[in-house]
T-cell receptor, first 113, second 111 residues
């Protein structure tokens, strides 16, 4: 069955460092992948979308890579700040099934001073 | 204000009662979704709708009913609530292959 794996353990990093979060998927080949941020008690908020033919996508301090051979996406936050502390969710999407977006369980990032 | 709103934000009910969670969006997005979020399971899709009067099951539809008579509304009904339906429920909307816009969630407790 299709599976999405994100590190369930919290990632603790120091302010100013680069945070790297991993999203692995198995048993399917997504056409693109979305990343969302979720703060406690709030709904997820869309951050970035990367397509299978794009190796890398950037938005300000955020960078996403998409390796279809490894079946993995990496999400980087450079120069991290305490305000980046949140849970980050990945959502790989098959072509034609964007209507059934499936999310990973998310990785909680904690950025400390 | 444009956006997606859910009501109620908090609800406590008893086993066996019917509960309806409301969702309203102002963008005229064609797609709407209901997810539940539980610790250890992440977000799981309950039902989705591609347009008015078109709905389909997601991963965990049992015990839930939806309708979509108007594009902007997508209510979720628990016909006979069970304790296992205690959860946080999120409504979302989107265009067919676009990003999802989520509401703030409805926290439901079934006693």
């Amino acid at each position: 069955s299709q599976k999405i794996e994100q590190n369930s353990e919290a990632l603790n990093i120091q302010e100013g460092k680069t945070a790297t979060l991993t999203c692995n998927y198995t048993n399917y080949s997504p056409a693109y992948l979305q990343w969302y941020r979720q703060d406690p008690g709030r709904g997820p908020v869309f951050l970035l979308l990367i397509r299978e033919n794009e190796k890398e996508k950037r938005k300000e301090r955020l960078k996403v890579t998409f390796d279809t051979t490894l079946k993995q996406s990496l999400f980087h936050i450079t120069a991290s700040q305490p305000a980046d502390s949140a849970t980050y969710l990945c959502a790989p999407i098959l072509t034609g099934t964007a209507s059934k977006l499936t999310f990973g369980t998310g990785t909680r990032l904690q950025v400390t001073l | 204000d444009a956006g997606i709103t859910q009501s109620p934000r908090y609800k406590i009910t008893e086993t066996g009662r019917q509960v309806t969670l409301m969702c309203h969006q102002t963008w005229s997005h064609s797609y709407m979704f209901w997810y539940r979020q539980d610790l250890g399971h992440g977000l799981r899709l309950i039902y989705y709708s591609a347009a008015a009067d078109i709905t389909d099951k997601g991963e965990v539809p049992d015990g839930y009913v939806v309708s979509r008579s108007k594009t902007e509304n997508f209510p979720l009904t628990l016909e006979s609530a069970t304790r296992s339906q205690t959860s946080v429920y999120f409504c979302a909307s989107s265009e067919p292959t676009g990003e999802l816009f989520f509401g703030e969630g409805s926290r439901l407790t079934v006693l």
